[in-house]
């Protein structure tokens, strides 16, 4: 227990840049969730969706995770957390992309598929980065910064609403 420092690996390394980018990575995945709640209104208002149907969205978004798990966590185990993580933002970057053409689509079921691109990427993320961070220094200090990396899923979660209503 030479080091006790919450970045610093045993053998010297530092690892608070990184652990700064994977942190943006939880506060990435809290506002995505956080704004799904708000894109479902919309969806409602200017689909003229019923409640029924507007479930959808949340099937949709929740279905990738079904979907994502065991391929994120194969991707994680044999091509390593970084790509991983490429995986991740690139898979969310595509589905959201997807919503340019969407809008002039303009029917439910691209949006959906809007949707579940992006919530695959998140749980490529997620799968990666929750473990990822652990390993970012001191092991005896990996559940502090996982607690600290989840913070900033929170404040997704805050900032998402109050953006998305603007």
Not at 92 to 115: E, H, K, R, Y
Not at 139 to 150: C, D, G, S, Y
Request: hydrophobic share 50%; with cysteine.
């Amino acid at each position: 227990m030479k080091n006790k420092s919450l970045f610093i690996a045993d053998d010297g390394t530092n690892y608070a840049f990184p652990f700064v980018l994977i942190s943006c990575l939880f506060l990435l995945w809290g506002f995505a969730h956080a704004l799904l709640d708000v894109l479902n209104k919309h969806f409602q208002d200017s689909l003229e969706l019923t409640k029924a149907q507007s479930g959808m969205v949340q099937a949709s978004a929740y279905g990738a995770y079904f979907l994502m798990g065991l391929p994120a966590g194969f991707i994680a185990r044999r091509y390593g957390y970084r790509t991983g993580v490429l995986v991740g933002l690139s898979f969310f970057a595509l589905g959201c992309f997807w919503f340019v053409p969407a809008v002039s689509i303009n029917t439910f079921a691209a949006f959906l598929f809007g949707l579940l691109i992006i919530f695959s990427g998140l749980t490529c993320l997620e799968t990666v980065a929750n473990p990822y961070a652990t390993l970012l220094g001191n092991k005896e200090r990996a559940v502090q910064r996982i607690n600290l990396a989840q913070t900033f899923n929170a404040l997704g979660w805050i900032l998402g609403p109050l953006l998305g209503s603007l």
